[in-house]
C-alpha cells in the first residue's frame, strides 16, 4: 500500500564550538519538504472486522496522490480484531470512548488535514470524490445509494436525497464534510449517543447553506435487510420525529440498539 503522505526525517548534527572561535562556514542540511495535508478521512468504528479489511482497500485505491489526503481510524473499544485490520494500512489509528460523536470528535482533533471528511466504514466514497469535495467552502455531504437490491431500497435512497436536499440536513452515512475551521466554530459534534448528524447539520445550516455533491456515497443496507425494511424506516421516522420533540438522546439510543447491537450503528 502505497502511502499518501511523505514525510521526510534528517538526521540533525551539531558542532561543538570552542570558545572564542569563529565559526568560518556552517554546512546546511537539506530542508524537509512540508507536505501539507488536504483532506482528513476520519472513520468511527467499534467491532467492524466483518468488513472493515474491504472498505480500507476500496478507500486507499481511491486516495489521491497530491495533495496529500490522511486516513483516522477511530476506535471506541472494539472487542474483535478491528484495530490489528486497520494497522495493516497506512492510516492512523486512536482510541476513544465508545460513541461515534466522541470518536469522531477525537479525530477531528488528530487531523492535519484542511478539510475533515466523516466516513462511516460501511460506506463508499465514489469515483472521483475529491474533485468533488474541492469544492467545499465550509460544509456539504453526499447523496446516497443503499447497496441492497430490494425495490423498497430505491424509494427509501430517493427520499433521503430529497429530504436532504430540501432541509439541508443530512445523516453520517452521506459522508459529511466540513472545513476544520468551520468544524471547528461548531464546536465539533454534541457529544450524545444518537442523532449528533442530525443535531451539527441542523447547526450549520444556519450559517451557510451546504455543498451537495453530485456522485452518491454507497452505503450498507444490512440493517434494513437484517430487521426488515418497512420496519426499519418506520422505526427511523419514530425516532426521529420523538428527537423532534425533545426525547433524550440517550433514550433514543437504547430504542435504537436494543440488543446493544453496537456493530450496526
Known sequence: MACRIFRLKLPITATVVPQGKAVAAVERLPEAKDISVSVSIIIPVYNESAGLNQSLQRLFQSLPAEPAAEVIVCDGGSTDNTIEIAQQFDCRVVSSKNGRAAQMNLGSREANGKLLL????????????????????????????????????????????????????????????????????????????????????????????????????????????????????????????????????????????????????
Open 118 to 265: 466523516f466516513l462511516h466504514a460501511d460506506s463508499e466514497l465514489p469515483d472521483q470524490w475529491y474533485s468533488e469535495v474541492t469544492a467545499i467552502t465550509e460544509w456539504g455531504f453526499f447523496p446516497i445509494k443503499l447497496d441492497g437490491t430490494h425495490w423498497l431500497l430505491r424509494i427509501i435512497e430517493g427520499a433521503i436525497n430529497f429530504r436532504s436536499r430540501i432541509s439541508k440536513v443530512a445523516t453520517g452515512d452521506q459522508g459529511l464534510c466540513f472545513q476544520k475551521p468551520f468544524f471547528e466554530k461548531l464546536h465539533g459534534y454534541p457529544d450524545i449517543l444518537i442523532m449528533e448528524d442530525i443535531a451539527i447539520t441542523k447547526l450549520a445550516r444556519r450559517i451557510s447553506r451546504p455543498f451537495i455533491a453530485n456522485k452518491p456515497v454507497l452505503t450498507s443496507s444490512r440493517r434494513w435487510e437484517k430487521y426488515g425494511v418497512i420496519k426499519t424506516v418506520l422505526l427511523m421516522w419514530a425516532l426521529r420525529f420523538a428527537y423532534w420533540i425533545g426525547i433524550s438522546p440517550n433514550r433514543l439510543h437504547r430504542i435504537y440498539y436494543p440488543d446493544n447491537i453496537d456493530n450496526l450503528r
